[in-house]
Structures are given as structure tokens and as C-alpha cells.
């Protein structure tokens, strides 16, 4: 059974920094080395957006555009995990996070979301 576990969400003030790691196990085809990677956000009273994207073998991302220059994702497949940077934040970025792992012809998996609060 595949788990995808997020952790590093909390409470930040605006222009804080916070980092989120999503831990991956229980793959049954192919390794986590194989999937892409990525973080989705949904904000309360709004749909679910891709926030940023990291692809085999970790050379080539992408990024949501008001996140760009502020949030970087990472991968270690090492250690089947991805993480999301995220400086400068803003009241605009509280939301769920939840983390996704998709392989090409395959539903994509999810993690269970780790709530991310930007407030003063």
C-alpha cells in the first residue's frame, strides 16, 4: 500500500520561511525514483492548484507563477522524499498542502495534507 506522509506545516507570519517533506513507501510499481512529484494547495472556498513539480531525476521543475522565486521543490530519492521550500510568505499561500505522486498511464497517489497558515 502506498503511503505518502507530509509533515513540516504550522503556523507562520508573513515573510516566514517554512519547509514541508513528504516521505514516500509501499510502492508497488516501480520505485519512488520512477514517479513524478509534486505539491498541490486548496485553499478554504477554492479548487485544488498545482503549486510545484519536480520531475525524474530532479533536474527539471516547474512552478505555479505566484509562487516563483519563493517556493523551491526538491527531491531526495535517496531517501524517497520530496520537500517544498517556501520563503517570503504570504496570507495568500494558507491552504491544505498535499503531496502527489504521478507515473505515466497510473492514477497519481496522494498524501493526507499538512495545513500551511501564514497570519500575523
Known amino acids: 500500500q502506498v503511503q505518502l506522509v507530509e509533515s513540516g506545516g504550522g503556523w507562520v507570519q508573513p515573510g516566514g520561511s517554512l519547509r514541508l517533506s513528504c516521505t514516500a513507501s509501499?510502492?508497488?510499481?516501480?520505485?519512488?525514483?520512477?514517479?513524478?512529484m509534486s505539491w498541490d494547495r486548496q485553499a478554504p472556498g477554492k479548487e485544488r492548484e498545482s503549486v510545484a513539480v519536480?520531475?525524474?531525476?530532479?533536474?527539471?521543475?516547474k512552478y505555479e507563477d505566484s509562487v516563483k522565486g519563493r517556493f523551491t521543490i526538491s527531491r531526495d530519492d535517496a531517501s524517497n522524499t520530496a520537500y517544498l521550500q517556501m520563503n517570503n510568505l504570504r496570507s495568500e499561500d494558507t491552504a491544505v498542502y498535499y503531496c502527489k505522486a504521478s507515473a505515466f498511464g497510473r492514477d497519481p497517489y496522494w498524501g493526507q495534507g499538512t495545513q500551511v497558515t501564514v497570519s500575523s
Open positions: 509501499g510502492f508497488t510499481f516501480g520505485v519512488f525514483s520512477n514517479y513524478v
Open positions: 519536480i520531475f525524474i531525476g530532479g533536474n527539471f521543475a
